[in-house]
């Protein structure tokens, strides 16, 4: 069984940092000429897929989008999942749940479980409750070779109040989470590869305000804020630095707002922008 | 329309502060002689929407338990939403979301959108993006007489990186967040009624500690915590002070675990037991 971060690692080298957003907004759906409901959001997806398709590889799936039809968005959504793991494609479910004890695993199990109707590459998750209520998503992501992204940073001022607030110690909740999380995966990643639990950290924070540093060991970092958001490919160095080989950049929006039509094209064209911009 | 904030406050005049959490814990469904899948999770939902119906003003399903099963399991969810709804029961949909912008909307939209198939009384919301990321959630509940509980603090250590680290104020992140949510309430509420926008504070949270202190205005909270988790009725007026009253006091294994057959009784008896703890 590969691991996620070996699977993450091995895309990123063929195919680049670009990861394509599904986000059946209500605005995109009108735009394609799709219906705003669960059928909609199903076709914008499925289209999504064949667009990203061997060319990048990594989708990223936004839930809300699809449950906000309830079931039968879910169920849209169990076949876009299903159709771009079919193609190749690492599905990352950004569902960013957070909870504790059993419930919070069963949202992992919902998510990360081998068969199981929602199954992904790996999941976002929210660590407002802690780190250590994580714990059971961690194992189980590990048990089926999944892997899980945990909301770190984000640039938004509005992150501010909980993220940059200081513990005890002198040290951001930011910190804080990046450290709990890298003293776990130090102890279960073999030498040399990326650990399987990751990072959500926006492309646009400043890692020193945020009181980031060097990730050790090495491990996925998923970064939405590129393309509409206001990132662009030469920012990956400057502000990740020799991070920069482990982000997963997320563009969504620039990428959907072109039309169905032409979706690949664009999707080739940005995915070489990010491989240039890394000099690769 | 009446509000929120309206109708909590009638359901917990009426009937005391207890709250039935629907839990269909995988090893509830087994102890309950059920299938451990999504038509197990609606039997079992639709069995303690019974034994709730009459007996108590609110019930609180606990999403991750039926999302569990994908889209087979929220519409399982649904089935149990409406059917509480039906009996009259105010529904509390603990889905603990969080997200920024248009994504976070949808999932307001999910939960709260009247006829929508999800639609809920109120729904969790997880703060850690920032409470102004909310802002269009809780607009959207005003509009459909629906309410927003955001968590801001639990008794869990795990939790205390996040929520117990101080901002450069110097309060806690618990603090600001009842700070930046009971200023707004301050400013939409009408004078004397219950905001709509309340909290979910845990039933063991040492309020002192967390930095808390009295809700202006007035404001449901949600308190897990209570039952199989460690709190019991005596607890309610010496944790929460002159808070007590707002309390929707949570109880899920400690009803569910008698098994199908005795939870109307065992709901009865400890609804009683709230009632005469707060002298009501």
């Not at 735009?31 to 990223?60: H, I, M, N, P, T």
């Not at 069963?106 to 250590?132: I, K, Q, R």
Request: net charge negative; proline share 5%.
């Amino acid at each position: 069984m590969t691991t996620f971060g070996q699977r993450v690692r091995a895309a990123l080298d063929e195919y680049g940092p670009l990861c394509v957003g599904i986000d059946p907004h209500a605005s995109l759906l009108e735009e394609w000429g799709l219906d705003v409901s669960a059928q909609g959001a199903r076709e914008f997806g499925l289209r999504v897929v064949d667009g990203a398709a061997g060319r990048v590889g990594v989708v990223k799936p936004q839930v809300s989008f699809f449950e906000r039809y309830g079931s039968s968005g879910l169920r849209a959504l169990e076949q876009v999942i299903a159709a771009a793991r079919q193609s190749g494609l690492i599905v990352i479910a950004d569902a960013k749940r957070g909870d504790i004890g059993t419930t919070m695993d069963a949202y992992g199990e919902a998510w990360l479980t081998p068969g199981a109707p929602l199954e992904s590459d790996a999941v976002t998750v929210n660590p407002f409750l802690g780190v250590g209520t994580l714990e059971g998503t961690f194992q189980l992501a590990a048990r089926g070779g999944k892997g899980v992204l945990v909301l770190a940073a984000t640039s938004n001022p509005d992150a501010f109040t909980a993220q940059r607030a200081r513990m005890a110690d002198g040290r951001t909740v930011s910190a804080g989470i990046v450290a709990d999380v890298s003293e776990r995966n130090a102890r279960t990643t073999p030498e040399g590869q990326w650990a399987d639990i990751g990072f959500v950290i926006g492309a646009t924070v400043d890692w020193h305000d945020a009181g980031l540093s060097t990730l050790a060991p090495e491990a996925p970092i998923l970064a939405p804020g590129f393309g509409h958001q206001g990132a662009s490919p030469r920012d990956l160095r400057p502000r990740f630095g020799s991070a920069a080989p482990l982000v997963i950049a997320s563009e969504s929006r620039s990428i959907l707002a072109v039309g169905a039509d032409r979706v690949a094209a664009r999707v080739s064209e940005r995915a070489a922008a990010y491989r240039e911009a890394l000099g690769g």
